[in-house]
């Protein structure tokens, strides 16, 4: 599977973005999902996930309560909304499918990866 992250863009401190993840194929429906980021000389870090149905999500605490993971299988893609957004948010976000059952947070375990968004958030 192929995936086209997009959405990013620079935005104030407080503001929104919503990011998508398109991906190609019909097997999307059957891999759970990821957002992962990364800032400037750090590394790639997890911030959401979902299984593949939707029903299930988990977070990275930074982000809890602010951004939301979720999936439109009948259109092949995912989305991450992002609320009161922070400087520290600041980052090229990734989306990731297929990964390991358990092992979310690892990103050495996401089988397929877009090719990043930024964002940045300014204060």
């Known amino acids: 599977v192929q995936l086209q992250a997009s959405g990013g863009g620079l935005v104030q401190a407080g503001g929104s973005l919503r990011l998508s993840c398109a991906a190609s194929?019909?097997?999307?429906?059957?891999?759970?999902m990821a957002w992962f980021r990364q800032a400037p000389g750090k590394e790639r870090e997890f911030v959401a996930h979902?299984?593949?149905?939707?029903?299930?999500?988990s977070y990275a605490d930074s982000v809890k309560g602010r951004f939301t993971i979720s999936r439109d299988n009948a259109k092949n893609t995912g989305y991450l909304e992002m609320n009161s957004l922070k400087p520290e948010d600041t980052a090229v976000y990734y989306c990731?499918?297929?990964?390991?059952?358990?092992?979310?947070?690892?990103?050495?375990?996401?089988?397929?990866w877009g090719q990043g968004t930024q964002v940045t958030v300014s204060s």
């Open positions: 194929g019909h097997s999307f429906r059957s891999y759970s």
């Open positions: 979902s299984n593949s149905r939707g029903t299930s999500t």
């Open positions: 990731a499918a297929q990964g390991i059952s358990g092992r979310a947070w690892d990103r050495h375990s996401w089988g397929y």
